[in-house]
């Protein structure tokens, strides 16, 4: 029988909660599949900084590097707002995607048709489908680059740097061209290649790489444009591939189109099969401990993990089958709907779990 060793990071408000349900989940997928999972817990973010002063202790990175893979609730709040920027909770997730060398960050934004209601977008744009993949740089960028603030003749600035190299580029882009050949084809490359001098290497350099994948079609929209065209069109993406920045924005956008935030899941993928797997949402620490938390996309993270890292993609797709199906039944809050039963973060993990 397979068995796996997960790290599980809960991290910050409704990180508890909704990472609960992932693992019920995750148990029942085993019990079915015939493989088993032992759990390692270990500290990031808030929780982290309260134990040991520090967002992510190297015990953390340790357990991390110890295992098959690593889920991940969310992290930060307001308690850790007014701490220096080096020691907010948010260097912690930053600093764990870094230290596992996780550069690929996979966001699916789909439509689930049990869900059409609740996307804010008129269904007439929205059309028959909408399936892209976010993938966004995760380990580089203005996230990962020079910083600093200084006082010149009495005045205070604070910079960023945007700094790509070629072979952060050029990695990035192989992971969205593999994707892409192995699902629409089609790849669009989100830059700012107007202004930005990081953003013409980016737009060469996916030129040159493109010419690997001839059966892949691609494109180049600017990031402004793309962020216009994802309300106007979304139907048209199939792979997005972006930096680590533009790609955050992005992600968050198309997600609300999906109908709630609390729907996407994501991969952080290295150089091999490891991978980190949490909600693209964050920690809500307003709705943490209310049962109010939507654990589907956690849930899901869990499915993208069986897919993704633990090759049991039949497991994978029995969780989105059984999420499916708990649309059509019940809600949280986030995406209640008139004559559905409205639930609490528990009963939609279990939920989930009877359908599985
Ligand atoms: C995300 C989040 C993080 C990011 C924050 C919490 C640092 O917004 O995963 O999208 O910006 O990457
Ligand atoms: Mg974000």
């Known amino acids: 029988m397979k068995h796996f060793t997960i790290t599980v990071l809960k991290g910050d408000g409704i990180g508890p909660e909704i990472v609960d349900q992932a693992t019920k989940v995750l148990d029942r997928a085993a019990d079915k599949f015939g493989f088993t999972v032992t759990y390692q817990r270990a500290l990031l973010g808030g929780e982290a900084i309260d134990a040991t002063g520090n967002p992510l202790p190297q015990e953390t990175i340790d357990a991390c590097k110890a295992s098959d893979a690593v889920l991940l609730g969310a992290v930060g709040g307001p308690k850790w707002d007014t701490l220096p920027g080096d020691q907010r909770p948010e260097k912690g997730l930053l600093g764990i995607r870094s230290a596992l060398g996780l550069f690929a960050n996979l966001r699916p934004a789909v439509i689930f048709e049990a869900l059409r209601d609740a996307s804010p977008i008129k269904q007439e744009i929205i059309g028959d489908s909408m399936d892209l993949m976010v993938v966004r740089e995760l380990t580089g960028g203005i996230y990962f680059g020079d910083r600093g603030r200084e006082t010149n003749h009495g005045v205070e600035s604070a910079y960023d740097t945007e700094r790509y190299s070629l072979p952060e580029i050029e990695r990035i882009a192989r992971v969205a061209f593999d994707l892409a050949e192995k699902r629409g084809k089609k790849l669009c490359s989100v830059d700012k290649a107007n202004v930005l001098e990081s953003s013409r290497l980016w737009r060469e350099t996916v030129a040159r790489i493109a010419k690997e994948y001839p059966q892949v079609e691609v494109s180049n929209m600017y990031v402004d444009n793309c962020a216009m065209q994802l309300v106007r069109n979304p139907g048209q993406f199939d792979v997005l591939l972006t930096s680590n920045i533009f790609g955050d924005i ?25 991978g980190l797997y949490e909600p693209i ?28 890292t633990l090759n049991l993609p039949e497991a994978a797709k029995a969780i989105e089958d059984a999420v499916s199906k708990a649309l059509s039944q019940a809600r949280t809050p986030d995406i209640r709907t008139e004559g559905l039963r409205e639930v609490t973060c528990e009963q939609m993990g279990d939920l989930v779990c009877e359908l599985l």
């Open 250 to 274: 992005l992600s968050d956008e198309a997600s609300m189109i999906s109908g709630s935030i609390g729907m996407l899941a994501s991969a952080s993928l290295g150089e091999n099969q490891f």
């Open 281 to 308: 949402h964050g920690s809500a620490p307003d709705i943490a401990g209310t049962g109010k938390a939507n654990p589907l996309a956690t849930i899901l993270s869990v499915s993208m993990m069986l897919k993704y």
